[in-house]
Nanobody, 118 residues
Framework: QVQLVESGGGLVQAGGSLRLSCAAS????????MGWFRQAPGKEREFVAS????????YSVDSVKGRCTISRDNAKKTVYLQMNSLKPEDTAVYYC???????????WGQGTQVTVSS
């Protein structure tokens, strides 16, 4: 069982930055693919970014590319999402997820709220 705990959300003005963190349990974090998703009120959860165990990175083309950076620290068992130039439409609950199966996201965190004011 893998537990994921997100932190770093909050209220920020448009144009500001936040760094989200997701701390994972488990002894083999370095073998997990990790991802960030978000869900805005009334909308479906959408993919933001992911990083495989080997370091391959994928960003959402539509929503955040160019404004977000995903990274991981295997020694700290933590994945990060640095978000810059935040916009009100970035307001959402941000979730991290872990994949061990490589075919689906097996574990999810509880989410952290990001609110961007105009």
């Amino acid at each position: 069982q893998v537990q994921l705990v997100e932190s770093g959300g909050g209220l920020v003005q448009a144009g500001g930055s936040l760094r989200l963190s997701c701390a994972a349990s488990g002894r083999t974090f370095s073998s997990y693919d990790m991802g960030w998703f978000r869900q805005a009120p009334g909308k479906e959860r959408e993919f933001v970014a992911s990083m495989t165990w080997s370091g391959s990175i994928t960003y959402s083309v539509d929503s955040v590319k160019g404004r977000c950076t995903i990274s991981r620290d295997n020694a700290k068992k933590t994945v990060y999402l640095q978000m810059n130039s935040l916009k009100p439409e970035d307001t959402a609950v941000y979730y991290c997820a872990a994949s061990l199966s490589r075919s689906k996201w097996d574990y999810w965190g509880q989410g952290t709220q990001v609110t961007v004011s105009s």
